[in-house]
């Protein structure tokens, strides 16, 4: 078993040797000779025990194992580059990590987001997004976006918005229902990640869950990719769903029913008192975005 990670001289070389699938060619890009840049591509094989290339007469070739580990390491290669790049070459404060829930990213960031660049063009910023708590617990970002108790990722949390749940369906299922009790006469597609589902419109509409037949998926986009497939029924959690129905063609199911969320989506960050120059732009600028969508200025101190 690999105790710690190796060396970063070992793995550049790796890439260049990779990339170039040359020893030779390699060393001139890095300033080595062929036989520097063989000992230390031998001496990462004997950390991680396995070998990465195949030697040729007048090249070399990735292993099966090598080719699974390049990706990896040109990935990590380049983030540790453009992150120092960004940091320490002249810019660094200009770097904004955000972490946000990927329906929020897709339904809210994603159409929004060019106003940010084109309003602040020297942010960098870099967006990643995830599913569940865990996801999200022990991030490095500036700011996480959240749905659901803000108290479970700790720092301060900026009320966003909420949702409301209301059924969609392929537009062929969606006529063919017209009362409530139409809805337990197909699959009902449910998020298990979620306080808040099918249950809670049943409530609304005091329908039995008894008879509805149900399957879960760990996210709204795959219910919406299943549901226009014509699986069965998804529930859109709108404002934040919009554009994903869309684009599956997904219509409403009776206009009248709908039922509000339990849960809201949060910005969460550690203090706002310390938040960097980028981050605090990127608050303000999603704050204000937001107030505006909703067409009102709600009150929120800023620090």
């Known amino acids: 078993m690999v105790s710690r990670i190796p060396s970063l001289n070992w793995l550049r070389v790796f890439e260049a040797a990779a990339r170039t699938q040359s020893f030779a060619r390699a060393g001139a890009q890095l300033n080595m000779s062929a036989a520097a840049v063989s000992q230390q591509v031998k001496a990462l094989e004997g950390h991680l025990g396995v070998a990465l290339f195949e030697r040729r007469a007048h090249s070399v070739v990735l292993t099966e194992k090598g080719r699974a580990y390049l990706p990896g390491v040109q ?102 229902i017209a009362r409530p009790e139409d809805l337990l006469a197909y699959r009902l597609i449910d998020v298990s990640a979620h306080r808040a589902g099918w249950l809670r419109l049943f409530e609304t509409l005091r329908l039995s869950p008894a008879a509805g037949q149900f399957l879960f998926v760990d996210n709204t986009v795959m219910a919406a990719a299943l549901a226009a497939e014509g699986v069965g029924l998804a529930l859109a959690r709108a404002p934040a769903s919009d554009s994903l129905m869309a684009r599956h063609g997904l219509v409403r199911c009776m206009a009248e029913v709908e039922a509000a969320g339990l849960e809201r989506y949060h910005l969460v960050c550690e203090d706002r008192a310390r938040l960097r120059k980028p981050a605090r732009l990127f608050r303000s600028w999603l704050l204000d975005y937001l107030g505006a969508e909703r067409d009102q200025a709600p009150s929120r101190a800023r620090k």
């Open 75 to 176: 990935q990590s290669l380049l983030m540790l580059e453009t992150t120092t790049a960004g940091l320490f070459g002249g810019g660094g404060e200009q770097i904004v990590y955000v972490r946000s829930i990927l329906l929020f990213a897709q339904g809210v960031l994603a159409p929004a987001l060019g106003g940010f660049m084109s309003a602040h063009p020297g942010v960098d910023l870099r967006l990643s997004t995830g599913n569940d708590v865990a996801d999200f617990q022990g991030s490095v970002a500036d700011l996480q976006i959240v749905f659901g108790n803000p108290a479970l990722f700790g720092g301060q949390a900026d009320d966003l918005m909420g949702e409301r749940l209301y059924p969609v369906a392929h537009p062929d299922l969606a006529a063919t």
